[in-house]
């Protein structure tokens, strides 16, 4: 009797031993794929980067130069239709905009069209690919690892924004667009924050004015009806329905000459 307990008992020992490496080995697996992933998605942004974009002193004024070669990201995804840069931080936001056929083809694709987790960012479908649009969106994903537009709630802090209000947009044309942060905030994923089509101005007016109650804090940054905003927009922690959004206001647009 004492024998077939024990036998009972080493085999429900080496069931619940292989159940266990089981979960082990495809736990392990699927931390191996994500770091993969993340690898694999830095690697893709890092060669587009040395591939397209130039850092150089302007001869003259001795400033600093941040030339974009569009034409060889058009042979790569001819749906480029922008590049997005802070300076000085975060300086990890340095990625080509793209815009798809809907604001779902870039969620699970690179800027190559590579089938990965980090996506690209990517303009809403429903905006003019020039960003003279009253209002445009711009979307990418909150990474993990950092990448993407992780680092926009670094502007939940004030402080933050006081040493970094500025973003910046260069289009294929040769212009570099210069926004400055006003806003900074929470929001659901169905707020009026995302409007883009406004029937008059005290509309426009009443969507700036809501970006402003969403904010954490107060810019002081004047944003009026003539004026041109883009939304940066990332997903949360809190939930699947929240997003974090940064709106900027544009200050200034330049010709870049080479």
């Known amino acids: 009797m004492g024998k077939k307990i024990e036998k009972k008992s080493h085999l429900v020992s080496n069931i619940v031993l ?9 736990a392990a ?28 002193k302007d001869k003259k004024s001795g400033e600093d130069k941040f030339i974009v070669d569009f ?14 840069r802070f300076d000085p931080q975060p300086d990890v936001i340095n990625y080509p905009i793209v815009q798809g056929t809907d604001n779902e083809e870039y969620l699970h694709k690179t800027f190559t069209k590579n089938e990965n987790g980090l996506g690209a960012i990517f303009l809403n479908v429903d905006n003019s690919s020039d ?24 502007y939940e802090k004030k402080s933050f924004w006081k040493k970094n209000p500025h973003f910046y947009i260069y289009t294929p044309n040769g212009r570099v667009i210069t926004y400055r942060i006003y806003a900074a905030g929470e929001v659901l994923d169905k707020s009026d924050t995302y409007k883009t089509d406004f029937t008059d101005g005290k509309a426009y007016e009443a969507f700036i004015d809501q970006t ?47």
């Open 18 to 26: 292989t159940i266990s490496l089981a979960v082990f080995v495809v």
């Open 29 to 56: 697996f699927q931390l191996f794929r994500i770091g993969k992933g993340y690898q694999d998605g830095r690697k893709d942004y890092k060669d587009i980067q040395e591939l397209a974009v130039e850092e150089t």
């Open 71 to 84: 034409e060889k990201l058009a042979e790569k995804n001819p749906d480029v239709i922008g590049w997005i």
């Open 131 to 154: 960003f003279k649009d009253k209002h445009s969106i711009i979307f990418g994903h909150r990474m993990k690892d950092g990448s993407m537009f992780r680092h926009l709630q670094d």
């Open 212 to 258: 402003r109650k969403d904010a954490l804090y107060e810019t002081g940054v004047k944003v009026r009806t003539a004026d041109k905003v883009v939304t940066l927009s990332t997903c949360t922690q809190s939930s699947d329905n929240h997003r974090f959004v940064v709106h900027g206001v544009k200050e200034k647009e330049e010709t870049i000459e080479e």
